[in-house]
């Protein structure tokens, strides 16, 4: 048996002029999250597209736990699941109804259906919404739901592309725990994103795409340690001072800061304490007030910046 759930080597993609696949590598280990990185228009969905079988890479060749995509696509079909970016249930069922047609349609007979569908609603905290139409569901039930039917027979390998686009932060994090309940079980996922920290919670490798390449691969700490900076990560005690911050910072320590999700955050690279203690000495001089400050190793993000000269969501096009 194969040590590996995914192997691929040199996948190459075009649409017209466009290589929107250029050269993929991939070795994914069996039993664990393995995180490909990149903005909208990296590569990520179509690299998922060609190793689930949906479309025939123009150039290389890819194996599902042993089994050639081309080749064996029925094999490959039987071993892995997809959860693409839009929802694949019936919205004018309710939930219990997609998961009973979906078993009977994966050869379950009607009492074991029935059964598998209130097992899976159970497990995604659906049971309450069972009876509804999934049209009045909200986006994380949903989700949540679209997942539960990736499941119905659960897979050896299963495919997340952007799993968690569009929710709120506490039906990420139910998410985020069924993805680990799913590998606790044994089940491979590769999960596409350009969620930094969705990857740096959940992934136990990753694999940094942009423009249709690989550009770096490993651990969530061997990447922010390729970096070899430390970061200095602040908070504003005023969030409209953002713009002047970041211009103090960015002379001051030498590099582009980082903004997070808080408006009063922010983060910058930083050779070593001194240079820290110089950029938060000019904040003060600048009249710009900080709240608290810390300082750690990079975060993905800044990774990412590093690697590739912008962030993870600068770009917009198909992913």
Not at 154 to 179: K, Q
Not at 191 to 204: I, K, N, S
Not at 277 to 289: C, H, I, N, R, T
Request: with cysteine.
């Amino acid at each position: 048996m194969t040590t590996h759930a995914i192997e691929a080597e040199g996948l190459v993609k075009a649409f017209g002029t466009t290589r929107a696949v250029d050269g993929v590598d991939l070795r994914v280990p069996r039993g664990a999250v393995y995180g490909v990185l990149g903005p909208n228009g990296a590569g990520k969905t179509t690299t998922i597209r060609m190793l689930a079988t949906l479309i025939r890479p123009d150039e290389g060749r890819a194996r599902i736990m042993g089994r050639d995509v081309v080749r064996e696509a029925d094999a490959v079909r039987g071993l892995m699941s997809l959860t693409g970016q839009l929802a694949s249930v019936d919205e004018d069922l309710t939930g219990r109804e997609n998961l009973v047609l979906l078993a009977r349609l994966l050869g379950f007979r009607g009492r074991g259906a029935r059964a598998r569908a209130t097992e899976l609603l159970d497990a995604f905290d659906l049971a309450d919404a069972a009876e509804r139409q999934v049209k009045h569901y909200s986006g994380g039930m949903r989700r949540r739901l679209d997942i539960a039917a990736s499941l119905v027979v659960t897979p050896e390998l299963l495919f997340l592309d952007e799993p968690t686009t569009g929710l709120d932060p506490r039906s990420r994090l139910v998410v985020w725990d069924i993805v680990r309940a799913l590998v606790g079980e044994g089940t491979t996922v590769l999960l596409c994103t350009q969620y930094l920290d969705e990857a740096d919670q959940l992934a136990a490798r990753i694999a940094v795409i942009d423009h249709g390449r690989v550009i770096a691969e490993g651990t969530p700490g061997q990447l922010k340690a390729s970096v070899g900076r430390a970061a200095l990560r602040l908070r504003l005690l005023d969030p409209s001072d953002r713009p002047a911050a970041e211009e103090v910072l960015a002379r001051v320590a030498g590099a582009q800061p980082v903004p997070d999700g808080d408006p009063a955050g922010l983060s910058v690279p930083v050779p070593d304490s001194g240079r820290a203690a110089a950029a938060l000495s000019a904040l003060d001089a600048a009249g710009v007030g900080v709240a608290d400050f810390a300082l750690g190793q990079p975060s993905l993000d800044e990774v990412f910046l590093a690697i590739t000269g912008h962030h993870a969501e600068d770009e917009e096009a198909d992913g």
